[in-house]
C-alpha cells in the first residue's frame, strides 16, 4: 500500500522510518509547503515522491493511504480533502481540536466510504491488549482507581505554545491519559474536574484532570509540557494494582497483590519487540481497509467522539477558546 505523509517534522519522520522497515507499505510521497523542505525529507528518508503542496500529494492517483502529521489545527481541512480526493486517512492524535470538527470528519468518511482512523497510538499497540487480559482476569480483583502521569520539556516547540496552532498540553499530552483511562474504566463518566496553569502565550502548560465515573471509580491524571515525567500508569484493585511503565510507549506490565510488609511483585510483562509502534497502526489500516471497513476496531469513531467530548469539558473549564473556534 502506498502512503502520503502530509507534513514534514518530527513525528512525520518518525513513521516515515517505521514505513520503510515494513514490507506491507511504501513511503511512496511526503508534502511540505516548503517544496525544499519535502525533498531533503524525501532524500533523507527514502521517500519516492515530493511535493511542495498538500494538494499536489492529494491529487496523485498512486497515493491511497494519507498519514496526517500536521499542527492539531490542520487536521479537519486536511483529513476532510482527503477524504474527498479519494484517500484513506490515518490521522495524528488529537484528532480534531474540538466534537464538531471531529463529527465532520467521520461524516466525511461515511460519504465517502473512506477509511479514517486516529493515530493514537497506545490504542493499537499490545500492551492495550496485555493490560485488559490482567484486568478482565481478575488479577487486581474490581478496578477502583485509575491515575497517570506525562510530562515532556517541550515548551520550547513552537507548534506546543502557539493558540493559533492549537497548542497547550490538553491535545498533545492529556490526550494519552484520557485514553488510559478510557481503556480501563470506559467512558460512563459524571463528572469531570479539571485546571490547568496557562503559559504566557495563552495556552495550558500543566493539567490536571479527575474523572468520576458512575459506579464510582475514579481517575487522577496529570501532564505537563515543562519537564520530564515517570509517565507511570497505576490501575488500583481491590486485590492488588497493576503498574504500567510509561502510558505513551509500555515498556514493561508489572502486577502487585497486597502483602503484610508491603506489596509483593506477582508477575511481571514485557511487550514485544518492535520498529517504533507506528506500525501497529498502520497494519490495523491495511485489514480494516481490505476489509472495506471505515473505522479501525482499536480506535472506532464512537471511541474517538467521547475523547474529544472529554477533551472539550475540560477546555471549557479551562477557559481556552482558540481564535478560529470564534469565527
Given at each position: 500500500m502506498k502512503i502520503g505523509i502530509m507534513g514534514a517534522g518530527g513525528i512525520?519522520?518518525?513513521?516515515?522510518?517505521t514505513i520503510a522497515k515494513m514490507s506491507e507499505v511504501e513511503n511512496y510521497a511526503i508534502?511540505?509547503?516548503?517544496?525544499?523542505?519535502?525533498?531533503?525529507?524525501?532524500?533523507?528518508?527514502?521517500?519516492?515522491?515530493?511535493y511542495g503542496s498538500y494538494e499536489d500529494m492529494l491529487s496523485d492517483p498512486e497515493v491511497e493511504l494519507v498519514y496526517i502529521a500536521l499542527p492539531h489545527s490542520h487536521h479537519h481541512?486536511?483529513?476532510?480533502?482527503?477524504?474527498?480526493?479519494?484517500?484513506?486517512?490515518?490521522?495524528?492524535?488529537?484528532?480534531?481540536?474540538?466534537?464538531?470538527?471531529?463529527?465532520?470528519?467521520?461524516?466525511?468518511?461515511e460519504k465517502t466510504g473512506r477509511l479514517l482512523t486516529e493515530a493514537i497510538w497506545t490504542?493499537?499497540?499490545?500492551?492495550?491488549?496485555?493490560?485488559?487480559?490482567?484486568?478482565?482476569?481478575?488479577?487486581?480483583?474490581?478496578?477502583?482507581?485509575?491515575?497517570?502521569?506525562?510530562?515532556?520539556?517541550?515548551?520550547?516547540?513552537?507548534?506546543?505554545?502557539?493558540?493559533?496552532?492549537?497548542?497547550?498540553?490538553?491535545?498533545?499530552?492529556?490526550?494519552?491519559?484520557?485514553?488510559?483511562?478510557?481503556?480501563?474504566?470506559g467512558d460512563d463518566i459524571k463528572r469531570i474536574s479539571a485546571s490547568c496553569v496557562m503559559t504566557d502565550t495563552g495556552v495550558d502548560g500543566q493539567d490536571n484532570?479527575?474523572?468520576?465515573?458512575?459506579?464510582?471509580r475514579m481517575a487522577s491524571l496529570f501532564?505537563?509540557?515543562?519537564?520530564?515525567?515517570?509517565?507511570?500508569?497505576?490501575?488500583?484493585?481491590?486485590?492488588?494494582?497493576?503498574?504500567?511503565?510509561?502510558?505513551?510507549?509500555?515498556e514493561q506490565i508489572r502486577v502487585y497483590s497486597p502483602d503484610r510488609t508491603g506489596p509483593k511483585l506477582i508477575n511481571s510483562y514485557d511487550v514485544p519487540k518492535q520498529i517504533s509502534g507506528y506500525e501497529y497502526e498502520i497494519l490495523s489500516c491495511i485489514k480494516a481497509i481490505?476489509?472495506?471497513?471505515?473505522?479501525?476496531?482499536?480506535?472506532?469513531?464512537?471511541?474517538?467522539?467521547?475523547?474529544?467530548?472529554?477533551?472539550?469539558?475540560?477546555r471549557r473549564q479551562f477557559g481556552i477558546v482558540y481564535s478560529f473556534e470564534q469565527a
Open positions: 512525520a519522520a518518525t513513521m516515515a522510518g508534502a511540505s509547503r516548503d517544496m525544499e523542505k519535502a525533498r531533503t525529507f524525501a532524500e533523507k528518508h527514502g521517500v519516492n515522491k515530493a481541512e486536511w483529513t476532510i480533502a482527503s477524504l474527498r480526493a479519494g484517500k484513506h486517512v490515518l490521522c495524528e492524535k488529537a484528532f480534531a481540536v474540538n466534537e464538531k470538527q471531529a463529527r465532520e470528519m467521520i461524516e466525511e468518511s490504542r493499537y499497540m499490545p500492551a492495550r491488549k496485555m493490560i485488559t487480559e490482567i484486568v478482565e482476569r481478575g488479577d487486581i480483583g474490581r478496578v477502583r482507581t485509575v491515575s497517570a502521569n506525562l510530562g515532556y520539556h517541550i515548551d520550547m516547540n513552537e507548534r506546543i505554545i502557539r493558540p493559533e496552532l492549537a497548542g497547550g498540553a490538553l491535545l498533545d499530552l492529556t490526550v494519552y491519559p484520557l485514553n488510559f483511562a478510557s481503556m480501563v474504566c484532570v479527575m474523572i468520576e465515573y458512575k459506579d464510582g501532564t505537563t509540557i515543562y519537564t520530564l515525567t515517570n509517565r507511570m500508569g497505576v490501575i488500583c484493585g481491590t486485590e492488588g494494582f497493576i503498574e504500567v511503565q510509561n502510558i505513551n510507549n509500555t481490505k476489509e472495506g471497513a471505515i473505522e479501525c476496531p482499536e480506535m472506532p469513531h464512537s471511541e474517538t467522539i467521547q475523547i474529544m467530548c472529554q477533551m472539550d469539558e475540560i
